[in-house]
């Protein structure tokens, strides 16, 4: 999250090319000794110019999605075959 406070702070309200993108991204985690060559390691070509799916993908959390597809699965089943509505409001415990 920091880095992307310190991308909005920098560049809000503005257009950046690929390339001010990646120095940006270079000088703010270079400057971490922990990151230093991992960022090294980044095979910048591929993520600009290489056709298709990003050479990494991110690990994404689908809990949310797969929590409004059941209740979504809950509310089918109440209009498709009667069954009784869900007796608490799932959604209350979610995060927005």
């Given amino acids: 999250e920091d880095f992307f406070k310190a991308y909005i702070a920098r560049f809000a309200s503005r257009i950046l090319t ?19 060559e991992i960022v090294k390691q980044i095979d910048w070509n591929a993520w600009f ?15 949310l999605a797969s929590d409004s597809q059941n ?12 069954a009784q509505p ?9 995060s927005s």
């Fill in 18 to 36: 690929s390339d001010e993108f990646k120095d940006f991204f270079m000088q703010y985690f270079e400057a971490s000794s922990s990151k230093r």
């Fill in 49 to 63: 110019y290489k056709p298709g799916m990003p050479p990494v993908l991110p690990e994404l959390d689908t809990t």
């Fill in 86 to 94: 869900p007796s608490t409001n799932a959604m209350a415990s979610w």
């Fill in 71 to 82: 209740l979504a699965s809950l509310w089918l089943a109440v209009d498709r075959e009667g």
